[in-house]
């Protein structure tokens, strides 16, 4: 069978000529020549995942090597380097759902080791399963969130405001998950030791941000820290309160048994 299709005067996305080009030079898409088959189709994977030079590796290694580069060059309008924060958001998110999935299977061998009382793994095991069922929801609350007390802790500093902020946590929230997802499921799934991936998660991602945070501001240690302290403090306040309604909510809903009570 041919394998070419009729030649392409106009480009396919936005209609723009392309008679003498191989790229569309007014957005920038290939132009397709050819039907396709599995060995195109390889090709075109192995060009956008597998290949070092590609805007997917290249932002997740700049992003501990050049985060400056990567989130400030994003905000100011450099948008072909990188892979846009929409994008790498989402690719955090199908790898948080893996995870997530993978981490379903193996949950009661997990819990059972670091749960002393059948109450105790109950409950856990209500909260796991409604953190694994509004993981994505979870992520779109969490990052708001976090850009809000970003916000605060840098008052007195105008280079990004709450919008740029967001984009920063964007990527960084994105970035840290996928990193940690990669690290955490081994432990997990090998010692089966939730403490041990607590220690690691949590901590993880204090230090990454504070880091993306001094790099994109130009800060020194000394203020760093300290704008790390007053960030995990505004947090854990928030945390506190969010823990205290969630507990009430399921509480009053009944998803949550109240210690003695009786069911009919």
């Known amino acids: ?32 020549t050819k039907r396709i088959t599995f060995k195109n189709l390889t ?15 290249r932002t997740f290694i700049h992003l501990f090597t050049k ?8 905000i100011h309008g450099l948008r072909k380097r990188y892979v846009n ?31 002393t009382t059948e109450e105790q793994m109950e409950v856990s095991k209500i909260a796991s399963d409604i953190s694994f069922e509004y993981q994505s929801l979870t992520s779109f609350l969490t990052i708001p969130i976090l850009a809000l007390i970003s916000r ?13 902020h967001l984009v920063i946590h964007l990527y960084a929230y994105s970035h840290i998950t996928m990193v940690i997802s990669f690290i955490t499921l081994p432990i997990l799934l090998t010692v089966e030791n939730l ?21 994109l501001y130009d800060l020194s240690w000394k ?10 403090v505004i947090m854990i306040i928030l945390f506190i309160i969010f823990s205290i309604i969630s507990a009430i909510i399921m509480v009053q809903t009944g998803i949550m048994p109240i210690n003695g009570s009786s069911s009919v």
């Open 223 to 232: 203020k760093i820290i300290l704008k790390t302290l007053l960030f995990f």
């Open 152 to 164: 605060l802790v840098f008052f007195n500093y105008k280079k990004y405001n709450l919008t740029e």
């Open 1 to 32: 069978m041919d394998n070419k299709l009729t030649p392409i005067n106009h480009c396919k996305n936005c209609g723009y000529e392309i008679n003498n080009f191989s790229y569309c030079p007014n957005c920038g898409a290939k132009k397709i």
């Open 67 to 74: 985060p400056k580069d990567v989130i400030d060059g994003f």
């Open 43 to 57: 090709q075109e994977f192995s060009d956008r995942f597998l290949n070092l030079d590609n805007s997917v590796i």
């Open 195 to 215: 403490y041990l991936v607590l220690w690691i998660q949590f901590p993880t991602s204090i230090f990454y941000i504070a880091y993306v945070l001094k790099k």
């Open 85 to 115: 924060v929409f994008s790498y958001f989402a690719i955090s998110l199908t790898i948080a759902s893996l995870y997530t999935f993978i981490l379903k299977k193996y949950k009661d061998d997990i819990f059972a080791n670091v749960m």
